[in-house]
């Protein structure tokens, strides 16, 4: 059972590190809000409200499917190809300068949502594709290899807690360093994370991928 924490955790810690508008938007509050060293706590716990519900929707959603091995093979294969293509693309992108954090977020840098940052969080989460995608078939995929279900209450536990503490370990402390007046992180260190994230993603999407194959899910 610990695995699915850690594998979760990491998962989503390492999709916490690639910046994006959940990012944009805590830094924006964190510079912006009085008490904006909690701007990140609520972004999140919004975020993780909105991950709750989605979790709920896709095991009710999803049972009927969850009965049919082709299905589950694909879901398990496309899912964990879509996770090497996504690692893949970080290191790319690392090498190309294209993940720089910029802590000098503007108003015209938010397009969405800027009150309270409880509903920020889930409006901001929502208007971001990559999101919706990443639960529909990565998410998915790792449910269906982990056996996460309604049936396995402490495992389902175990993957909501590690996925939503991989984000809190990232955005609270860089909302309490940009309200302290924090400028830049150090490229270099940033860059060779996102790299090890990168591999991280590609390795992992390799395991779901060969585990739905060589141990299929019983049904």
Excluded at 49 to 76: K, P, R, W
Aim: aromatic share 16%.
């Amino acid at each position: 059972m610990l695995e699915i924490f850690l594998f979760s955790f990491l998962i989503a810690l390492t999709g916490a590190l690639s910046p994006g508008p959940v990012l944009t938007y805590t830094i924006y509050k964190s510079l912006n809000e009085k008490r904006g060293y909690l701007a990140g706590f609520f972004i999140i716990l919004g975020h993780a409200t909105l991950e709750l519900a989605l979790i709920t929707l896709l095991l009710l959603g999803a049972y009927l499917f969850f009965q049919n091995i082709i299905v589950l093979t694909v879901i398990g294969i496309v899912g964990g190809i879509l996770l090497v293509i996504f690692g893949c693309l970080v290191i790319r992108d690392v090498y190309k300068g294209k993940y720089e954090i910029d802590f000098s977020v503007s108003e015209e840098d938010i397009k969405g949502f800027k009150g309270n940052s409880f509903l920020g969080g889930i409006i901001v989460s929502l208007s971001n594709p990559f999101w919706t995608l990443w639960w529909a078939v990565i998410g998915l995929s790792f449910m269906i290899n982990f056996h996460i279900s309604f049936d396995n209450p402490t495992g389902l536990l175990l993957f909501y807690l590690g996925h939503e503490l991989g984000d809190f370990a990232w955005y609270i402390p860089i909302s309490i360093f940009v309200y302290l007046g924090g400028k830049s992180i150090n490229p270099k260190v940033f860059k060779y994370v996102l790299i090890g994230c990168g591999a991280f993603m590609i390795g992992f999407g390799i395991y779901l991928a060969l585990n739905i194959v060589l141990f299929p899910p019983k049904i």
